[in-house]
């Protein structure tokens, strides 16, 4: 929003972003609105000018824009979105954080005490798919009261994948897994405490079946002491529309 004003609108700019993500979860790819109105006599910015002109004033800052499209004036970034897909990638075969892989710092989950049972974590997170009141599996804050605890999970997908330059740490045995989870929208915390339930079956803590057991209970003080997975392993992938 400061590197917007830079860019000496006649009238204030607000951003409108489409998804918050908590400290340490990063984005792949996010979006926004915003009204850029210059002064009289003044050409409207060209999406490659916007562009640009925007990541000038952006270079100290660790976000880039990537594109720009001009929209009709009922488009909302936050209210038009149709669904929104996270990453959350969990490093196995580590025995100590140390083990972590330079590149990888703050970009993945080493869950402590050995392999997890996949094939249990693939089967529990089918009884997330559809749509439940979510209550057990969102952390309380100020916006709770207001918020329908109602969402509805379109994917919820646990599969292998290649980690960044992993092809350097082949022979350490370290294995790379995503999960990917899309939804309409999500509650606060939701996606972290998902998956942090989820490793929890894969490490014998919960069977598949507490996984029910946890939504129809409704209640987000229910939910297991310091399972919610960390913010640094989850990657908001797309916004689709």
């Not at 402590?112 to 952390?139: I, K, W, Y």
């Not at 998956?195 to 129809?216: C, S």
């Amino acid at each position: 929003q400061k590197a917007a004003q830079k860019l000496r609108p006649s009238v204030p700019i607000k951003f409108h972003i489409s998804s918050r993500t908590d400290t340490g979860v990063h984005a792949l790819c996010n979006s926004a609105h915003l009204d850029v109105q210059r002064a009289p006599g003044r050409p409207h910015f060209s999406e490659k000018q916007l562009t640009q002109s925007l990541n000038y004033h952006l270079r100290p800052e660790p976000i880039r824009i990537l594109s720009a499209h001009r929209v009709a004036n009922t488009f909302h970034a936050r209210f038009c979105a149709l669904s929104r897909t996270y990453v959350y990638r969990l490093l196995l075969g580590c025995a100590h954080h140390s083990q972590v892989p330079v590149f990888e710092r703050d970009l993945c989950w080493a869950p402590a005490g050995g392999p997890l049972n996949v094939p249990a974590m693939q089967e529990a997170a089918q009884f997330l798919l559809g749509t439940h009141d979510f209550s057990t599996f969102r952390s309380l804050n100020k916006e709770t009261p207001f918020r329908s605890p109602v969402r509805t999970i379109f994917q919820v997908d646990i599969q292998p994948s290649p980690g960044l330059l992993s092809h350097h740490c082949e022979h350490r045995g370290l294995e790379f897994w995503e999960v990917t989870i899309r939804g309409r929208s999500f509650l606060y915390r939701q996606v972290r405490r998902m998956v942090g339930a989820l490793v929890a079956v894969g490490q014998g803590k919960l069977a598949p079946h507490h996984i029910k057991e946890l939504l129809e209970i409704k209640d987000a003080r229910a939910f297991p002491p310091n399972a919610m997975a960390p913010p640094t392993g989850l990657f908001l992938k797309s916004v689709e529309y």
